[in-house]
């Protein structure tokens, strides 16, 4: 064996030293070269810190009478009211609580068992790589929304059961995506030695195998951020979502779209700070996933 | 190859058992009598008995499921428990609809999608490509029940005009009609997929347009139009088409939303008043032709490689 092929008989990786600081500098010079990245990360910001102070932002209460109903902006109720003379602008502050709730939680919940599960089904291969393949198989065979529809009645519309949803919905395409990322492990020097001095599967997994797929875990969870919000206002349009009265910005939408007279600007704030927020975790997506997935950099 | 085949075709089957115990089973668990939801309180107890007995809903589930694959076997969906007509009825005036608008929604994504992808890459960094890109990422970003909501709110709050929501026309004896309800709806939905399909034609273009013989077809001093048509684009598509087989599939079932809104009697808003009312007969039929268009059409798509890619051997 070559000098530069010898392998550190712990296992770790000892070129994760080297590899670390190089990758910061890459993001930090793709972040420059690439000012949509930026901006994404740039929004992401604003919205976490509106729904942060959003107490100290929203002007009247989330369901007080703040003013005539249907009306468009002024400079009492700055988006204008809905239909029950509640005030939009601070009904979308208050929002962002409820969208960064409900897509942080469910992203984690869903992605780390889609790492868990994903990592187990490409290291162990054999039986369970079948049975949990198959279940995967059917899990996206199954139209999405139906499924998280059908869920969701049994459940019973809440902010948990919600968050419960979205997870299992986010579970299947994370667990084949992280297997394929462990397969390519699997094979790797470092996984053999850790075997060769008595490594057991379950730690070899654990400390191996599952901190090597994590960037590929990273890229997912910030695309899967704005899926997550997206798909809580269209259940909670939907009347499957956050129960009304809360401030949910699909629920906003779907109150407006019941209203008379019609006020468009009672729908059309709500979906302007959904939009917002989602198109800055798909921009920051696509940067990250430009820095961390290697294979596609230069294609663009 | 034959193995290939016969292996996948089984490999779809099973996947489509998973899928009928899973819509099962997940319809069911809540507990709740779902007749009492769709009878109305006011029914009496010996209307709902009768209900129970015809819909068997009494019987363990192990029986009610042996006897639902029965019936599926000799394409016997069973009736509605809401209506009580009859789901196959119901199932054909309703797919029409649903196909049609993912037809057009088809349409309108190869027309704009394709195009707008192939000069995004042939003119890479120039104003033009940046504006596709931004749009794309908009397209994917922007929620289609948002968009939908003020197609429709803004010409009835401006103009007082509303496309026909209470009817089913027909594109043969009421073009028009059937133009203006189907439209909108249908421009809507393709917002996320010409955004995709924009973008994958975009890299695929790319990759293609580095390639040496393409290279070589610019030596030989062929002109540029000849060389990204013939060349370049002709390679490029193979993906574009898989993606858009599977996203059409896709809408057949997933436009619950859009129809929803446009109040469009097609299958989405079939399956969802289904769920909400748990009318187990259509949601179970829906689900499983939705489940089986998505995975025939995947295996139509692995299958049809290997005449579009003479390098692929399946064994």
Redesign the interface.
């Known amino acids: 064996m070559s000098e530069a092929r010898r392998v550190p008989l712990s296992g770790a990786p000892r070129f994760e030293l080297y590899a670390r600081p190089g990758r910061l500098v890459t993001a930090l010079h793709t972040l420059r070269a690439n000012p ?1 990245g930026a901006v994404g990360a740039g929004v992401i910001l604003l919205m976490l810190l509106v729904a942060v102070f959003a107490p100290l932002l929203a002007r009247y209460g989330i369901n007080q009478y703040a003013g005539v109903p249907s009306q468009g902006p002024s400079a009492h109720n700055w988006f204008g009211t809905d239909r029950f003379g509640q005030d939009i602008y601070s009904r979308v502050i208050y929002g962002a609580r409820i969208s960064f709730q409900v897509g942080v939680l469910s992203v984690l919940i869903g992605v780390l068992t889609g790492l868990v599960v994903g990592s187990a089904s490409g290291y162990f291969g054999g039986w369970i790589d079948t049975v949990i393949q ?2 995967v ?2 899990a ?7 499924l998280l ?3 969701v ?3 019973g519309p809440s902010m948990r059961n919600v968050i419960i949803v979205i997870a299992i919905g986010i579970i299947p395409s994370t667990t084949r995506v992280i297997r394929g990322a462990a397969l390519a492990q699997k094979n790797q020097l470092y996984v053999e030695a850790a075997r060769s001095v008595g490594a057991s599967d379950i730690r070899i997994v654990a400390r191996h195998v599952i901190p090597n797929v994590v960037p590929v875990a990273i890229v997912i969870v910030t695309t899967l951020l ?1 899926a997550a919000i ?1 798909a809580e ?2 259940l909670s ?2 009347g499957l979502g956050i129960p009304p009265p809360n401030p949910s910005w ?1 629920v906003d ?1 779907s109150t ?2 019941n209203s008379f ?4 600007w009672a ?2 704030f ?2 302007i700070a ?2 917002l927020t ?2 800055g975790f ?2 920051f997506g ?1 940067t990250l996933r430009d820095v961390l997935d290697p294979r596609l950099r230069g ?2 | 190859m034959t193995r290939y085949v016969v292996r996948r075709f089984a ?1 779809a089957a ?3 058992w ?2 009928s115990v ?2 099962f089973l ?2 069911r ?2 507990g709740g009598d779902p007749v009492i939801l769709q009878q109305g309180m006011s029914a009496t107890p010996e209307r709902i008995a009768q209900v129970h007995k015809d819909l068997n809903l009494d019987d363990p589930y192990y029986v009610q499921y042996a006897l639902w694959l029965k019936h599926m076997a000799v394409l016997d969906f069973g009736h509605s428990g809401v209506t009580g007509t009859e789901v196959i009825h119901e199932f054909k005036a309703r797919l029409p609809v649903s196909f049609q608008l993912m037809l057009m929604t088809l349409g309108w994504t190869i027309l704009v999608g394709i195009p707008f992808g192939i000069i995004s890459a042939v003119r890479r960094n120039s104003a033009p490509d940046y504006a596709v890109r931004v749009f794309a ?2 397209g ?4 289609a ?3 939908a ?2 197609v ?3 010409p ?2 401006n103009w007082g005009y509303a496309p026909p929501l209470n009817e089913t026309t027909s594109i043969f004896s009421e073009p028009w009609a059937n133009i203006r309800q189907l439209g909108p709806p249908s421009l809507v939905l393709a917002l996320g997929s010409m955004a995709s399909i924009m973008r994958l034609t975009r ?1 695929q273009m ?2 293609v347009l580095r390639a040496d013989y393409v290279r070589t077809a610019r030596a030989k001093g062929l002109n540029e139009r000849v060389v990204v048509v013939r060349h370049a684009l002709r390679n490029s598509l193979v993906p574009v088409v898989t993606v858009l087989g599977l996203q059409m599939s ?1 809408l057949l ?2 436009s ?2 859009i129809e ?2 446009f109040n469009l009697r097609g299958l989405g808003q079939f ?2 008043a289904a ?2 009312q ?1 009318d187990f007969a259509v ?1 179970q039929s ?2 499983m032709f ?2 089986a268009t ?2 025939l059409s ?1 295996l139509a798509v692995d299958l049809l490689y290997v005449f579009l890619d003479p390098r692929i051997r399946y064994s």
């Open positions: 949509l198959r279940f198989d059917a996206i065979a199954f139209p999405q929304l139906i529809l059908i869920i009645r049994t459940l704005g997206l206002s269209a349009f939907l699909g939408i407006s779209r007279p019609i006020n468009v729908a059309l709500p979906g959904i939009s989602v198109l798909n921009f696509d294609g663009r | 490999l099973l996947i489509l998973v899928v899973a819509v997940l319809l668990v809540a990422v908009f994917l970003s922007v929620p029940f948002w968009v909501t003020l429709l709110m803004i009835a709050q890299s790319l990759e896709g079932g997933g619950v939303i929803q809104i399956i969802f769920i909400l748990k949601a829906v689900v939705t489940a998505a995975v995947t």
